[in-house]
């Protein structure tokens, strides 16, 4: 599963067929791999707003 969500993330147009399979084939349903793609994009998504908008990190988050 984080194989996955990192691969969406960094890599995100390497994205195949296999990649679900290998979730499936690792006990993950089809709901499951939904929720694994909602959560991994809508990270990315928030962070690309913050980002974008120049919102500091917060005071606890080091280097």
Same mark, same amino acid.
């Given at each position: 599963? /984080?194989?996955? #969500?990192?691969?969406? !993330? /960094?890599?995100? @147009? =390497?994205?195949? *067929? %296999? =990649?679900?399979?290998? &979730?499936?084939? #690792? @006990?993950?349903? %089809? *709901? =499951? +791999? /939904?929720? +694994?793609?909602?959560? !991994?994009?809508?990270? #990315?998504?928030?962070?690309? +707003? #913050? %980002? @974008? &908008? @120049?919102?500091? =990190?917060?005071?606890? +988050?080091? %280097?």
């Amino acid at each position: 599963m /984080l194989e996955y #969500a990192v691969k969406l !993330t /960094l890599q995100p @147009g =390497d994205m195949k *067929r %296999d =990649d679900v399979d290998a &979730l499936r084939s #690792a @006990g993950f349903s %089809d *709901r =499951d +791999i /939904l929720d +694994i793609v909602e959560v !991994t994009a809508y990270y #990315a998504y928030v962070n690309r +707003i #913050a %980002d @974008g &908008l @120049g919102v500091p =990190d917060e005071a606890w +988050i080091q %280097d």
